[in-house]
């Protein structure tokens, strides 16, 4: 398959990591605003090995987590894509749908839009039958941005997530998934 390697959309390149967004890429992993649903901020090495797993998956998969840039500054402003869910679920084997914005760049739609632009690719370029998407109960914002996709909390599929500890307020997981029927539903509107 000929890897995917950018998409645009209406405000957004869609593209493969460069060495030269680590910098941002580190300060927004360092943010433990950013990070509040996660177990931890990262320090600079960790987001640098995060960028060589997310260009590793691209390698071996043809798609993965796009760096996004904005056109109108040319400002890397986070990731946004898909990847292959990689710990043992339910739901496995499936490809998750995901995103990690810089603060400042929050409240402004890139998320959502970007989110589109990877279903779109998802669904019309890879011909996967389904997506997920799963995050901390409590991430609303992450939650919003599946929700304003089209996709629908499957309840029934929520999970402790294995890689966190038992008690962890971070453990409970919603899911939410979207296949082909429904994806097209929406662009039907
Ligand atoms: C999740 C995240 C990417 C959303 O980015 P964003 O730029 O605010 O998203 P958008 O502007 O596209 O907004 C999408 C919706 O979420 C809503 N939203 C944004 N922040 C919110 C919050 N803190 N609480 C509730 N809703 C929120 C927006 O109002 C919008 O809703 P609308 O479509 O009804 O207007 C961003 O908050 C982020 O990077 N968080 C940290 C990383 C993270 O948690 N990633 C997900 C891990 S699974």
Not at 25 to 48: G, I, K, N, T
Not at 51 to 73: M, Q, V
Not at 93 to 121: D, K
């Amino acid at each position: 398959m000929t890897p995917i390697l950018e998409l645009e959309s209406a405000r957004l390149v869609m593209r493969q990591w460069q060495d030269d967004d680590l910098k941002e890429f580190a300060a927004l992993c360092a943010d433990p605003q950013v990070m509040r649903y996660f177990p931890a901020p990262l320090s600079r090495l960790e987001s640098a090995a995060l960028i060589g797993r997310i260009r590793g998956h691209f390698a071996e998969y043809g798609y993965g987590l796009w760096a996004l840039e904005r056109k109108d500054t040319g400002a890397f402003i986070g990731m946004t894509g898909l990847l292959n869910v990689n710990f043992d679920a339910d739901f496995a084997p499936a490809v998750e749908i995901g995103w990690r914005l810089a603060r400042r760049h929050w409240g402004l739609g890139f998320a959502s839009e970007a989110a589109w632009t990877s279903l779109r690719c998802a669904f019309a370029q890879l011909g996967l039958q389904e997506v997920v998407s799963f995050t901390s109960r409590d991430n609303l914002a992450s939650q919003k941005v599946m929700q304003a996709i089209g996709m629908r909390a499957d309840p029934a599929g929520d999970f402790e997530h294995p890689r966190l500890a038992p008690g962890d307020p971070l453990r409970p997981h919603v899911l939410y998934r979207i296949d082909r029927a429904q994806w097209q539903a929406t662009l039907r509107g």
